[in-house]
């Protein structure tokens, strides 16, 4: 081959990339290139990089040839880091200096399919190239050695650019970091990050099922159902939109970077090169590597902005977001895969899909926009306008305000027959009284009217309602089944059933009745604390897909001390963030749920889980009457995850302002608690 020596690397690569060679041939041709050229090692793999950026290898091509490059820089001398590199050698290479950023590093430095990092994870396949790194599927021989069901997880290896730059960990560990906080359904755990050596690596879920961007170049993909494009839309923009609430942009939004799973869900991944654009409240979160410079960022998808080296934005993410929805619509981009600066140049502007309608293009279209400023502003406002339907004949009401009346009418529900029934038994003797006067009037015979029959008093729902809110310290609802007024829930020990009972007698309609039956667990002073925070939004006041659940696992409520707490819990009819907190009777409180053991913590509608059957939490001392507390909110109480254990009042406190703000925002109905109470004793 002739000509420069990068410039010859990249036209053999992009002969590739446009089909010119099978990947046995480009892998060929790229050995003899590397043998003919006066290439360094370093330059290869930067080319190498670049170009796989621009436009992603196989994987299995990928990792193949960074290990050629590798082999060939075993025993060769790279002037670029002034080192000559020993092969062979098992205590590695002997540099005279320190290597440049972006240089190779030595050959034992890198890992590859069929290697072992600390001992403990055999990489067994290489599933894809990200903008950091190389992802591999792992085996932890640590949890085969336990017999989990689950061995594998993914582990990402730093690629020989990011390997050979001095902050090379610290990126890893603030990716770590940065995912840890990132704890949604929609993307993917990470678990930690380590290093082997000098090799450096963050380990994650394993997830089975393919990457979208395999789905989007399948072929003959002209696009999909609007149905089962908005089920992936709306997973993608669940992902970025708790990105963006935490002060995240992905900056690197593209189909490779979204995983369908064979379960059906959709996780985003390769939060690495994402960057703050709200300040972080440590100065040691701050991004170290800038995408663009780095080469994190896809030109396909990339705003016009991040080409403009703008401060990191939502909408930048937007475009993106709306550039992958354009081709799940359509199988085509909408800008014909240019970069959105060559797109403005050139004047494109994209077609509308056949099957939007005109409210649903008309968001398509602003989300698509070149410029920040007339784009879409939040993920929010773009699900909402996708998920629009035409508007046919009559009017409808906003899903405001059609919540509003939903809630105002569960509100009243359980006591509009009673006023209507009350009501229309009040007229009827007026009614009954309209008798016309007689034309000749007749002398009225003396008679003594009889003494009017005493109506039966009707009992009002409502005075119950009012009256069983009114008792301190206590969550109680009622019902009337059977000509019997039937009481349940948590009743404050200082009031007792006796006392309850006298009060409800005393309502209008309850002696009437055949009975009061009293069913409730007393609820101890130190405990009323709980109880009034929580007691506009319990579930036991609450109707069908509105209330969460609480349950507790096997037979009765006492626990000894070594058992295993096991709960089992069901979520609203609604996507909600699920909290689950201990309050024991030390005065302290545990966060079940989210923590280090379960961080994950939004769960889709009427979702059931189950919380502590792997025996994570287990009844020790302190003993006495504890309470265990589930709370559903429609958006994060807290930034982050809390200490893992705390002070009862402390974290009450904490709960205080964010619940209340909750409420105005979103409506008292959208939060749902519901708790257990149990009694721990010594075995």
Same mark, same amino acid.
């Given at each position: &081959? ?19 060679l099978s990947d046995d041939e480009f892998v060929a041709s790229f050995e003899t290139a590397l043998a003919q050229d006066p290439t360094t090692p370093s330059q290869a793999a930067r080319v190498v990089i670049e170009e796989n950026t621009r436009f992603p290898f196989p994987p299995a091509v990928y990792a193949e040839v960074m290990r050629r490059i590798e082999r060939r820089g075993a025993t060769q001398y790279d002037g670029a =880091? ?25 050959? $034992? %430095? ?27 599927? @792992? ?31 610290? !990126? ?20 930690? /990050? ?34 089962? !494009? ?10 970025? $939109? ?5 002060? *995240?942009? +992905? #900056? ?18 390769? *939060? ?16 170290? /590597? ?18 403009? +080296? #703008? ?64 784009? =879409? ?41 009673? $006023?209507? %029934? ?38 009002? &729902? ?43 007698? @005393? ?52 626990? =000894? ?29 545990? %966060? ?8 994950? +913590? ?35 109480? /807290? ?8 002070? %009862? ?30 009694? =721990?004793?010594?075995?």
């Amino acid at each position: &081959m002739s000509g420069h020596p990068v410039a010859s690397l990249k036209e053999l690569i992009r002969k590739f990339q446009n089909g010119g060679l099978s990947d046995d041939e480009f892998v060929a041709s790229f050995e003899t290139a590397l043998a003919q050229d006066p290439t360094t090692p370093s330059q290869a793999a930067r080319v190498v990089i670049e170009e796989n950026t621009r436009f992603p290898f196989p994987p299995a091509v990928y990792a193949e040839v960074m290990r050629r490059i590798e082999r060939r820089g075993a025993t060769q001398y790279d002037g670029a =880091t002034e080192a000559t590199r020993l092969a062979g050698t098992q205590t590695g290479s002997l540099y005279a200096t320190s290597p440049e950023p972006g240089t190779l590093p030595p050959a $034992a %430095h890198t890992k590859g399919v069929g290697d072992t990092l600390n001992g403990r994870f055999v990489l067994e396949e290489c599933l894809g190239v990200g903008g950091m790194g190389t992802v591999y599927k @792992a085996l932890d021989l640590r949890k085969l050695e336990a017999s989990d069901r689950k061995p594998y997880i993914a582990i990402k290896v730093l690629n020989l650019q990011f390997s050979g730059h001095p902050k090379s960990l610290m !990126a890893l560990q603030r990716e770590a970091r940065k995912a840890q906080t990132l704890a949604h359904r929609n993307i993917v755990t990470v678990y930690d /990050f380590d290093r082997d050596g000098p090799v450096v690596f963050l380990t994650m879920e394993y997830l089975s099922g393919s990457s979208l961007n395999h789905v989007l170049k399948a072929p003959g993909f002209t696009g999909m159902p609007m149905a089962r !494009a908005m089920s992936i839309v709306n997973g993608m923009g669940n992902a970025l $939109a708790y990105a963006h609430e935490r002060g *995240f942009v +992905h #900056c690197d939004f593209k189909p490779a970077n979204v995983f369908l799973t064979a379960s059906g869900e959709v996780k985003v991944i390769d *939060f690495g090169i994402a960057r703050g654009f709200l300040p972080p409240a440590d100065e040691s979160d701050r991004t170290v /590597f800038d995408p663009g410079s780095l080469g994190g960022m896809t030109p396909a998808y990339a705003s016009p902005e991040m080409f403009d +080296h #703008c401060e990191p934005d939502p909408r930048d993410d937007i475009f993106a977001l709306a550039c992958v929805t354009y081709e799940l619509l359509t199988g085509k981009h909408p800008y014909q895969r240019l970069s959105a600066n060559q797109a403005r140049d050139a004047g494109l502007k994209p077609a509308q899909p056949p099957q939007l309608s005109r409210t649903q293009w008309k968001t398509l279209r602003e989300a698509l926009s070149l410029d920040r400023e007339t784009r =879409t502003p939040t993920v929010a406002r773009f699900l909402h306008g996708m998920s629009a339907v035409p508007v046919v004949s009559t009017r409808r009401p906003s899903p405001l305000m059609a919540g509003g009346v939903l809630a105002v009418l569960a509100g009243v529900s359980a006591i509009g027959y009673y $006023a209507w %029934h009350s009501q229309r038994q009040a007229e009827a003797p007026v009614s009954d009284a309209r008798v016309e006067a007689p034309a000749t009037p007749v002398p009225a015979a003396p008679v003594t009217p009889p003494a009017p029959a005493a109506r039966p008093a009707v009992l009002s &729902m409502a005075d119950v309602t009012k009256l069983l809110a009114g008792v301190p310290c206590s969550l109680l609802t009622a019902t009337q089944q059977a000509q019997t007024l039937r009481v349940r829930g948590f009743l404050a020990e200082s009031v007792g059933a006796a006392r309850l009972r006298e009060q409800l007698s @005393a309502l209008p309609g309850v002696k009437e009745l055949k009975g009061v039956s009293i069913d409730t667990q007393p609820l101890a002073a130190d405990k009323c604390d709980v109880a009034t925070l929580i007691a506009p939004y319990w579930s036991g006041n609450r109707e069908g897909g509105t209330a969460s659940s609480l349950r507790l696992r096997g037979q009765g409520t006492q626990l =000894t001390e070594g058992s295993p707490l096991v709960l089992d819990l069901r979520t609203p009819a609604r996507d909600s963030y699920v909290y689950v907190d201990y309050f024991a009777a030390d005065g302290k409180v545990a %966060h079940m749920v989210p923590s280090a053991r379960v961080p994950a +913590h939004q769960a889709p509608p009427s979702h059931g889980a189950t919380v502590g059957d792997g025996g994570d939490w287990i009844i020790s001392r302190p003993f006495g009457t504890e309470l265990v507390v589930l709370l559903t909110t429609p958006a994060p109480l /807290f930034e982050g995850r809390r200490a893992e254990v705390e002070l %009862h009042k402390d974290y009450l406190k904490a709960l205080e302002k964010p619940l209340a703000q909750m409420a105005r925002t979103y409506g008292r109905d959208r939060i749902s608690a519901d708790l257990v109470q149990i009694s =721990t004793r010594a075995r």
